[in-house]
Nanobody, 121 residues
Framework: QLQLLESGGGSVQTGGSLRLSCVAS????????MAWFRQAPMKEREGVAS????????QYADSVKGRFTISQDNTKNTLYLQMNSLKPEDTAVYYC??????????????WGQGTQVTVSS
């Protein structure tokens, strides 16, 4: 059973930075997609960024392009989300997600518990 544990959330002011981490355990395969999602109060969950483990390709939501960077450290089974130039509209609970697959889609089976990010103006 694949398990995900996020950390790194917190409160920052506009323009600040945070780095989220997501440690994965319980999966030994090399083919998977991982992603970060977020959900703000009264809003639907949205995809923020994703990465394909095989060739390292990444995708970003338009709202975070140029500010956020998704990366992975396979030696540590850890996914990261570096968030720079944070804005109040980035405030949300951020979730790590994973799917054992060769091709990334919008379907993710495994989810972390979430970590709160709050950006104040």
């Amino acid at each position: 059973q694949l398990q995900l544990l996020e950390s790194g959330g917190g409160s920052v002011q506009t323009g600040g930075s945070l780095r989220l981490s997501c440690v994965a355990s319980g999966y030994t395969g090399s083919n998977y997609c991982m992603a970060w999602f977020r959900q703000a109060p009264m809003k639907e969950r949205e995809g923020v960024a994703s990465i394909n483990s095989i060739h390292g390709s990444t995708q970003y939501a338009d709202s975070v392009k140029g500010r956020f960077t998704i990366s992975q450290d396979n030696t540590k089974n850890t996914l990261y989300l570096q968030m720079n130039s944070l804005k109040p509209e980035d405030t949300a609970v951020y979730y790590c997600a994973a799917e054992p697959t060769w091709t990334c889609t919008r379907t993710y089976t495994y989810w972390g518990q979430g970590t709160q990010v709050t950006v104040s103006s």
